[in-house]
């Protein structure tokens, strides 16, 4: 079993920067890709960034240039740093993690940035 604690979301204006952070424990022996998803109001969940355990990341088009997803593998923690945001970021951003075979979700952790 594998729990996901996720910290540092909150409420910013457009243009501001936030960071989250997702730190996983229990059987996180070997623990392959992590990442961010985000889901906002009527919309379906999508992909934010994810990196694997080699630091090889993938990120959303929409947030090229603006997110940066790092990893500590020592700790189990990975780090969304989140620059120059938009009102269209709003959203409830998830952490999931890989443990093989099975998917890991966070709680979520709500993100609101204001125009």
């Known amino acids: 079993q594998v729990q996901l604690v996720e910290s540092g979301g909150g409420l910013v204006q457009a243009g501001g920067s936030l960071r989250l952070s997702c730190a996983a424990a229990g059987s996180t022996l070997v623990i392959g890709s992590m990442g961010w998803y985000r889901q906002a109001p009527g919309k379906q969940r999508e992909l934010v960034a994810t990196?694997?355990?080699?630091?090889?990341?993938n990120y959303a088009d929409f947030v090229k240039g603006r997110f940066t997803l790092s990893r500590d593998n020592a700790k189990n923690t990975v780090y969304l740093q989140m620059n120059s945001l938009k009102p269209e970021d709003t959203a409830v951003y998830y952490c999931?993690?890989?443990?093989?075979?099975?998917?890991?979700w966070g709680q979520g952790t709500q993100v609101t940035v204001s125009s």
């Open positions: 990196i694997r355990r080699s630091g090889t990341t």
């Open positions: 999931n993690a890989e443990v093989a075979p099975s998917f890991y």
